[in-house]
């Protein structure tokens, strides 16, 4: 417990004695209240649930049974003979290029959104809008858009003569994915460009004054003074995108259920049919954890990438 | 720099808003006409607009109620967002033994799944006595973890200097909290406010699964038990989403300056 | 310190909710879990006030799930330990249940009340029955059958309903020739309601005891292409093979497709969505050779129940002649309960119910998909992904088959 090493450290600073120990004492009980209460939401929601997930994926377990020891059986099923795994994971990372094609989408918006125009703030304000969203109800409203026979994007291909039939865009293999893919970008880019157009403003203008007296044409002044500093926020966005690639279950679950067969089935929904519908929770157990260490992995090299301290200076140090 | 046409920005920012607000239009439309909603072509303008469905979805569901609900567990949460994460985001900006290890917990914690550990959640969630009740729905949502590091980034931009003045001065330690801290630090409250309050708001698959009477349900719940009456064959659903969504957007619009800037300066380093 | 003025804030409301819920705990108690049914609430409320004259000092809480959300909120009850005592449970599922131990077998009950058995149809009790032992009463019961569009058949110049499988296709093939976005056949396809399709062609899934697959047939390869073949020249609509229920339904409903294999509530559905569909238009027969899946609800007990005796007193009342009459008349719907069964076909005056409901109770005996297994939902999920996407034209039949037929005896295996 944080509190116990809290007090520790605290007695230890004190036995030493003297007015700058017991202010530092003091600083540190401060410190460690002041995370108590976080600590213990994260750990009765996030901590325990994840143990309770790996323990259950070292065991047979049921509902109504007494557990009994299974080693690393439900990983080897995973890896070895679970093509559902693969196919998921192969679409969760699809699914995760949201991340680039939204900021990318966002990079340009917060550009445009940046320069001095008039009615700048009406257009901020529209495309951020889908954002605040209720997830489920964007779902139902993607889904009638996309209908086959009455859908407004079906009816506006046609009247545009780009297609002859109709795509029956959520039923098809080829085309499941890429559409809910679509309406997750709708979401999310609104909330990206806001969060660059924050890290824009904070670019000191004498940066591009300098630069401009220098000679550097606008393309580089983006690539060398712009691109560099939007890194932190950058970041962000990435660290949000990727947590939203694995949370969105209610998106998929709403439009497609994963299906056609599981063209569109993403980690967390597997997780979800293997627990409750396959009464699986053992092997939907191993599957979390393998979950959660990878999207660890992912964001490690994410922040590697960024630069390192990218990440660090705005998020971790 | 100020020398360029500024016309391909504003066709091309027409062109996006236009993709973000047809959705909107196309579900409004769609709640408000008169004629078989499955009929081909559909008209792009509603015909016979009637409020026929509003109705409807307004006696099927217990609207007063779900929106109660919803407003309630969103406040318990943004109340308790607002507290933890200032908190924790303070203690963050300070030096100590085992900072390191905690912002990597917090980091981590970030990649654990809500959805993944419902059964867990819902035992720990039964054991301390909160099933079906407000504090139970708000409970795991009490904080968000980029919003602890949106105040500990907020926090480390405030001059040191200033607090050192503070000080002098003889505000108590535990005071200069609230009186100096949290005041300079009013965009990350409105982020916190803002983002905690959406993701309260569209919270589904938790109440579904902790909320047993129909008096406690939130309305992302009154969602799927619509979609259990009528399936998504009436006008009245694609209603109800309009009901459902309306108050996020007011609180949004309302809120949005304050919202924007917290962002902005939670991007900011510190 | 607003941190400690917090924690010691919500230690109170911890220490007062739970002390609540103890209180709470203390009355006598039941809970009635339904599914996807809120629609019905009069006559639960109904259930529950016939159940209070019998026992007053208990108290009946109802909650209703729809399908998609039923399982996680059940499962996570029974992990609870607190699974509502009365499930309304769809389909083969309840055999999971039943054999993990979760159910309670009403045999004892049965045999104490002879009556009660007498009031069933013997071959629909059948459906609930596991390994001996009967775990439901029958709630609600459909069956699917053959629709066919009238006014589509007669402009092609088809007589009547096919007679078997070829004649399906045949038929099918023509009718989607017919004239512009028409297609010749539609099957809804969730919980093995396309199985005629498959039971037609003399294709076992299972093994006599369950133990191995038996599909990997040459048979079953020829049966898997042609329909692939006829999916991919329109004869049979594509949504039958991807669409869940509202999808498949509202195709239909357009009068543009020729037949349509679903079960009887369905189409009382389409008829309720499209005002063309009546007696006149469409024709109702059993599948050919008198195969049809059933589609069915039954009331069990979980075995953590505090008072099964009650419970057993409730579910009684519910499936009771007075509220089972009162469920068919409203749904127009079999319950298997004979003497409600024969009253409502005998009221019904619409044509098409009328002929949908005699159709479904013929042939009990040809029910197909009925495997009683726990591993049904997983034999599903090991089975018709690969199955679907070799309908669908993504996958070579032959493999798909060879595929579908290790996983499932994958799950079989494992299940030992």
Not at chain 1, 162 to 177: K, M, N, Q, R, V
Not at chain 2, 90 to 97: I, N, W
Not at chain 3, 345 to 369: C, F, G, H, R, Y
Request: charged share 15%; aromatic share 14%; proline share 5%.
């Amino acid at each position: 417990m944080p509190v116990e090493t809290a007090s520790r450290v605290a007695r230890t600073t004190t036995g030493r004695g003297g007015l700058l120990a017991r202010k530092r004492h003091r600083e540190l009980l401060l410190i460690w209240l002041l995370l108590t209460p976080a600590l213990l939401i994260f750990l009765a929601y996030r901590i325990l649930p994840l143990l309770w997930n790996g323990v259950l994926s070292f065991q047979f377990w049921s509902p109504t049974k007494p557990a009994e020891w299974a080693g690393l059986f439900h990983y080897e099923e995973m890896f070895v003979y679970d093509d559902v795994f693969w196919t998921s994971l192969y679409n969760t990372f699809l699914y995760m290029l949201t991340a680039p094609i939204s900021i990318g989408i966002a990079v340009v918006l917060a550009l445009m959104v940046n320069s001095r125009i008039r009615g700048r703030g009406v257009y901020r304000t529209i495309i951020f809008l889908s954002y605040p969203l209720m997830v489920v109800a964007v779902g139902i409203i993607w889904r009638w858009l996309y209908d086959e026979r009455v859908g407004l994007i079906n009816y506006l291909l046609r009247q545009a003569g780009l297609i002859d039939e109709p795509i029956a865009f959520l039923e098809s293999y080829g085309t499941a994915l890429p559409s809910v893919i679509a309406a997750a970008i709708w979401q999310i880019t609104g909330f990206f460009m806001i969060i660059l157009l924050t890290g824009l403003q904070n670019i000191p203008p004498s940066l591009y004054e300098a630069a401009s007296i220098d000679g550097a044409s606008r393309w580089s002044q983006f690539w060398r003074i712009t691109l560099p500093l939007l890194r932190p926020s950058i970041f962000i966005c990435f660290v949000i995108a990727i947590i939203a690639s694995f949370t969105s279950f209610d998106l998929i679950y709403v439009m497609t259920g994963g299906g056609p067969g599981h063209a569109t089935e993403l980690l967390i929904t597997y997780i979800y049919k293997a627990a409750f519908t396959l009464s699986q929770f053992d092997y939907a157990g191993a599957l979390t954890i393998v979950m959660f260490v990878l999207f660890v992995g992912i964001a490690l090299l994410g922040n590697l990438l960024a630069g390192g301290d990218a990440g660090k200076v705005d998020i971790a140090e | 720099m100020h020398n360029y046409p500024r016309w391909p920005i504003h066709a091309a920012l027409i062109l996006v808003s236009l993709v973000m607000l047809v959705p909107f239009y196309w579900v409004f439309k769609t709640s408000i006409t008169g004629e078989n909603i499955f009929v081909y072509p559909p008209s792009l303008i509603p015909v016979d607009p009637q409020p026929f469905f509003y109705v409807d979805a307004w006696y099927a569901i217990p609207f007063p109620y779900f929106f109660m609900n919803s407003v309630i567990v969103a406040v318990m949460v943004i109340a308790a967002n607002l507290v933890i994460n200032a908190a924790a985001g303070f203690a963050l900006t300070k030096e100590f033994a085992g900072k390191r290890w905690i912002v990597l917990l917090f980091l981590a914690c970030m990649m654990i799944p809500f959805h993944a550990t419902i059964v867990p959640a819902y035992l720990v969630t039964s054991h301390l006595g909160l099933l079906n009740t407000h504090l139970g729905l708000a409970l795991p949502a009490f904080s968000h973890i980029i919003c602890i590091f949106l105040f500990k980034a907020s926090f480390d931009a405030i001059p040191p200097s200033l607090i050192q003045a503070a000080k002098i001065d003889g505000v108590p330690e535990w005071q200069i909290m609230f009186r100096i801290l949290l005041p300079l630090a009013r965009p990350a409250v409105a982020a916190n406010v803002i983002l905690s309050f959406i993701w309260s708001w569209n919270d589904f698959l938790w109440p579904l699964i902790i909320i047993r009477d129909v008096e406690m349900q939130t309305l992302p719940l009154g969602l799927s038990t619509f979609l259990a009456y009528f399936e998504d064959t009436t006008g009245s659903l694609y209603a109800f989403c309009v009901m459902v969504l309306a108050p996020g957007l007011l609180v949004f619009l309302l809120a949005q300056r304050q919202f924007i800037e917290g962002l902005t300066s939670g991007a900011r380093k510190g | 310190m607003l941190t400690r003025r917090w924690m010691m804030a919500a230690a109170a409301a911890l220490v007062m909710t739970a002390g609540a819920l103890q209180t709470q705990a203390q009355e006598k108690k039941l809970t009635l879990l339904t599914w996807n049914l809120p629609i019905y609430e009069e006559t639960f409320r109904g259930w529950i006030a016939d159940f209070k004259e019998m026992h007053p000092d208990f108290e009946v809480e109802w909650l209703d799930k729809k399908g998609t959300e039923w399982a996680a909120f059940y499962q996570t009850q029974r992990i609870a330990g607190t699974a509502p005592d009365i499930v309304d449970i769809q389909g083969m599922l309840w055999a999971e249940y039943a054999a993990d131990g979760g159910l309670l077998d009403m045999t004892p009950y049965f045999d104490a009340n002879p009556e009660i058995r007498e009031r069933y149809n013997e071959e629909g009790l059948k459906l609930w029955t596991y390994e001996g032992g009967i775990y439901m009463l029958p709630y609600y019961f459909s069956k699917t059958l053959l629709v066919y569009n009238k006014k589509l058949f007669d402009e092609v110049g088809l007589d009547g309903p096919p007679k078997d499988f070829d004649q399906i296709l045949d038929y099918a093939q023509k009718i989607a020739e017919s004239g512009e976005g028409r297609s010749g056949f539609i099957t809804l396809n969730f919980d093995w309601l396309y199985w005629s399709l498959f039971a037609m062609n003399d294709i076992e899934l299972l093994n006599e005891d369950m133990t191995e697959a038996a599909f990997n047939t040459p048979e079953m390869v020829e049966v898997v292409t042609k329909l692939a073949e006829a999916t991919k020249s329109g004869a049979i609509n594509n949504i039958s093979w991807t669409g869940r229920w509202v999808e498949p339904n509202n195709a239909f409903a357009t009068g543009d497709i020729g037949m349509y294999q679903g079960h009887g509530a369905a189409l009382f559905w389409i008829m309720g969505q499209a005002d063309w569909a009546n007696g006149d238009t469409l024709g109702v027969v059993e599948w050919p050779g008198g195969y049809g899946v059933p589609n069915a609800h039954g009331l069990g007990i979980s075995s953590s129940t505090q008072y099964p005796d009650e419970a057993f007193d409730f579910v009684q009342i519910a499936m009771n002649e007075k509220w089972q009459t009162k469920m068919a008349d409203t749904f127009t719907i079999l319950t298997l309960h004979e003497a409600v069964d024969e009253a409502l076909i005998a009221k019904t005056e619409d044509p098409l119910k009328k002929a949908t409901l005699e159709t479904s109770l013929a042939n009990m005996d040809k029910a197909v998909a009925t495997w009683v297994t726990p591993l049904d939902a997983k034999i599903k999920e090991a089975f018709w992904p690969d199955i679907q996407a070799a309908l669908l034209g993504q996958k070579d039949p032959a493999e798909a088959v060879a595929d579908a037929e290790s996983k499932v005896n994958r799950v079989l295996r494992r299940a030992r």
